[in-house]
């Protein structure tokens, strides 16, 4: 539309340029003619007007366009100076979560080495309690009033699981045995009365569990828990209870079995595997809740096992985020 006005003023311009400089004709000039020379003259100022007025606002559009233009490029310029602070607090932010999580798989380290130091010392206890039961350990018959195993009076005897024997109000025990003699127990206490020995009753009931031979395991494995609830070698006989209910489908008492051994054993090295299984027994009773939190809790405790790894692929085929909101 500009490019057209521009046009018709040219050509309005050169009409009255050629109408100006045409020579006058021999006869008077006429009304009409003064007339159409006033016109063009007239035609002239607006043309010279419209000019001006052209000029002035192309020099403000100008001036205008400029303006935005440098603003666009503070606009630039902000926003690059930002995306940089944020590229700036990304990687500290990063470096900051390497940081943390080599910590934490130092600290993760540490505990795994301090787990390993406690199961030496766990069986370095155990190894001396064996030993100091083969040691004291009575024969299976002797003659009345004769000290055990042939050992002088005054050498330690051994406390039979029964409880102390009742003695006379003389002081003395049953056949007249003197109550002073070590252990107050009479010399020919039957072997029965003994705790059964410790690795030979283990050995035993993990080849019946692993025979399938479940009824005989149990009863074995809570002979174990019964005359050695103090040694290491009872975590895992609380743990094979745990399993062999859990063989069974007996979800409830496995889970009680496995409650027993976490609570009371928590080092033990199958306590990841008894979590596990717990987590699944409770699932097994349809308390999903509670599965969850444990199938949870056993990936905090035990992150780089394979039962945590186990439990993980069981949230996910539930659909359960791994950690919580």
Do not use: W
Request: net charge neutral.
């Amino acid at each position: 539309m500009l490019h057209k006005m521009r046009t018709h003023l040219a050509a309005a311009a050169i009409l009255a340029a050629v109408l100006a400089c045409a020579p006058p004709p021999a006869h008077a000039v006429s009304k009409e003619m003064v007339q159409l020379q006033t016109e063009v003259q007239q035609l002239l100022d607006m043309v010279q007007r419209l000019q001006s007025s052209f000029d002035t606002r192309f020099g403000v559009l100008q001036n205008l366009a400029q303006q935005t233009a440098d603003q666009a490029n503070q606009t630039s310029a902000a926003v690059a100076a930002l995306q940089k602070k944020i590229d700036a607090q990304s990687d500290n932010v990063t470096g900051k979560v390497d940081g943390v999580s080599g910590q934490i798989q130092s600290l993760n380290d540490s505990v795994d080495e301090l787990r390993t130091r406690i199961d030496k010392l766990q069986k370095s206890v155990q190894d001396l309690q064996t030993q100091l039961q083969n040691i004291q350990a009575p024969p299976a018959t002797a003659m009345p009033g004769s000290a055990p195993n042939g050992m002088q009076p005054g050498q330690p005897d051994v406390q039979p699981l029964g409880g102390q024997q009742p003695t006379s109000p003389s002081g003395t025990g049953p056949q007249g045995m003197n109550s002073s003699q070590p252990g107050g127990l009479p010399a020919n206490l039957p072997a029965a009365a003994q705790a059964p020995p410790l690795k030979q009753t283990y050995e035993a009931a993990l080849n019946d569990f692993n025979a399938g031979r479940d009824k005989m395991a149990e009863g074995e494995f809570q002979q174990v828990v019964k005359s050695y609830p103090y040694d290491s070698t009872a975590g895992s006989a609380q743990f094979y209870l745990g399993e062999i209910a859990y063989r069974q489908k007996e979800y409830a008492k496995a889970v009680d079995a496995y409650n027993a051994m976490l609570e009371t054993y928590p080092g033990n090295p199958l306590a990841p595997t008894a979590e596990l299984h717990k987590g699944d027994s409770l699932l097994e009773l349809h308390r999903r809740q509670d599965g969850i939190r444990e199938l949870r809790l056993l990936i905090q405790r035990y992150p780089r096992t394979p039962e945590a790894s186990h439990a993980r692929q069981k949230l996910n085929a539930m659909g359960v985020r791994i950690v919580p909101h």
